[in-house]
């Protein structure tokens, strides 16, 4: 049977859970290590049954008109707003995320619904102007058919609904295969939501499939009947999703790793850099995508800044533990392979002469649980790991001459990622170095904030091995759909374009 804290959640959203399956997919809490529920699996011939409803459901729901798509996602909001607490709850239970940033999570889903739901009356193309007389020249967008969307285990439901939300206004069903480590939350979620749509018929249009990687996501991933296929997760992933869609010419939004980093110059205020290093490297136990996982600092500063970041990483040792506490600021890493990997980095980064300033450690209990990590990069050595992405709360500083703003920029943007980034400065020329052309290579450069928690109104995404996706807001609803060109003639004369005379 499901774990009592699990049933209980599923009951408080009014929602029946999952039976247990024998021998079906085992769900872990991570912050015990124990299995919370065993859960049925689509296998293939399941999968593509829900991706042929998908299909038909997109054929009528292309002709409903934006606003009342609009509505719709509307509905799917208020709905996410009535059981905010419980479904963060489950998101802490199965994921390890904190409680508050699990409500966080939520909020994004009711955030992205909000701007969607506005988004559905503004939709629209450009009037441009004609070379011929009595021509006149417009775009228009369409709903581009049924949406893959293949999400990633450390925003198990927000990611989800950045695209959901958008593609549900644009006229596109989704069929949602979310991370093998995360099912529960993406059942509670498509059972709470799908009943809104199912209510004005269009119930085909919110799919979910869980199954093996293997034998159902790449299916997935192959059906031509996905012209978008939207994947959340690691460069290796990507570098397996984007050319199998590419393949059949079809189209990838790819949210792939990051190797972030905030610069610290000279003139930056150092207290307030210290709280955004903390958060950005150590929250949701530096599992985001958007971790801050290398702090450049000029050398004139560079003694203090670190005193201060160590003195808030020893404070936060102090606050690691179960994540359903809120005053545990640090819960635990998703499950054991990824402890794991923890370790191995530690191993390495002392084999290779880097200085542990704080942390470098398992906790010796049950669950998944490491101190976050603060290393020294030795000076004048390569140092290989340090450009590598490892998926836990591990923080690596270098030092740079005070004026050397470029070199820091540039060792910001040697790695193959280019996800998030950050400065803090008061100087404003610095500033305007760093969003620069010459500047920051990644798709967010943020100045005198971390690199983590965008809000929902820009575009997310970034470039290089980041994959070039973007979602969310900002103008990223053009992936969902296709733009046509159309021009009308409304005069009695048949002239070409470029001055051509064909008679």
């Not at 509505?71 to 409680?99: S, Y």
């Not at 998926?391 to 910001?412: M, N, S």
């Not at 983590?452 to 470039?463: L, P």
């Not at 046509?484 to 409304?490: I, L």
């Amino acid at each position: 049977m499901p774990s009592q804290e699990v049933k209980e959640i599923f009951e408080a959203m009014g929602l029946v859970a999952p039976t247990d399956v024998e021998g079906g997919l085992a769900v872990e809490d991570p912050s015990c290590g124990e299995i919370i529920a065993r859960v049925a699996q689509d296998d293939r011939e399941a999968a593509m049954a829900k991706v042929a409803a998908a299909h038909a459901a997109f054929l009528r729901l292309r002709e409903v008109p934006g606003p009342v798509r609009g509505e719709l996602v509307r509905r799917i909001g208020e709905r996410l707003r009535q059981h905010k607490e419980p479904l963060a709850r489950l998101v802490t239970a199965e994921m390890g995320k904190g409680i508050a940033e699990a409500l966080g999570e939520v909020q994004e889903m009711i955030d992205i619904c909000d701007f969607a739901t506005g988004l559905s009356r503004s939709l629209g193309g450009r009037t441009m102007l004609s070379e011929r007389p009595g021509h006149r020249m417009f775009e228009q967008w369409h709903p581009v058919g049924s949406v893959l969307c293949i999400t990633a285990f450390n925003f198990p439901v927000a990611v989800w609904a950045w695209n959901a939300a958008l593609a549900f206004v644009c006229g596109d069903p989704v069929v949602w295969k979310p991370s093998l480590k995360t099912p529960l939350t993406a059942m509670a979620t498509h059972a709470l939501l799908q009943p809104v749509l199912a209510e004005a018929g269009h119930g085909d249009a919110m799919q979910l499939v869980i199954g093996p990687d293997v034998e159902v996501a790449q299916a997935l991933v192959d059906d031509p009947r996905f012209p978008l296929v939207s994947a959340t997760g690691s460069c290796a992933m990507g570098r397996k999703v984007g050319p199998r869609v590419a393949a059949r010419l079809g189209r990838t939004l790819l949210e792939l790793g990051g190797n972030n980093a905030i610069i610290v110059d000279a003139t930056a205020d150092l207290d307030l850099a210290a709280r955004a290093i903390a958060f950005g490297a150590a929250g949701t136990a530096g599992q985001r995508c958007t971790t801050t996982r290398r702090l450049l600092v000029a050398e004139s500063v560079a003694d203090a800044l670190v005193r201060k970041v160590v003195g808030a990483y020893q404070q936060l040792a102090e606050r690691i533990g179960d994540p359903r506490d809120p005053a545990n600021l640090v819960g635990p890493l998703i499950d054991a392979d990824a402890r794991d990997q923890y370790v191995a980095a530690i191993e390495r980064i002392e084999a290779d002469g880097g200085e542990i300033l704080v942390g470098g450690r398992v906790l010796d209990r049950s669950g998944y649980y490491v101190v976050p990590t603060v290393v020294a990069v030795p000076e004048g050595k390569e140092f290989p790991l340090m450009d590598q992405e490892t998926f836990a709360p591990i923080l690596y500083v270098r030092r740079f001459g005070t004026d050397d703003l470029d070199g820091a920029i540039a060792v910001q943007n040697q790695v193959e990622q280019g996800l998030s980034s950050a400065i803090f400065t008061d100087s404003v020329r610095a500033a305007e170095r760093f969003w620069s052309p010459a500047g920051s290579d990644c798709g967010i450069a943020n100045v005198n904030l971390g690199t983590s928690g965008a809000e929902i109104g820009g575009a997310f995404g970034g470039e290089k091995a980041t994959g070039g996706g973007r979602e969310s807001g900002s103008d990223a609803w053009k992936a969902y759909m296709r733009r046509q060109t159309c021009t009308v003639n409304g005069s009695n004369a048949l002239p070409l374009a470029q001055g051509i005379r064909w008679e």
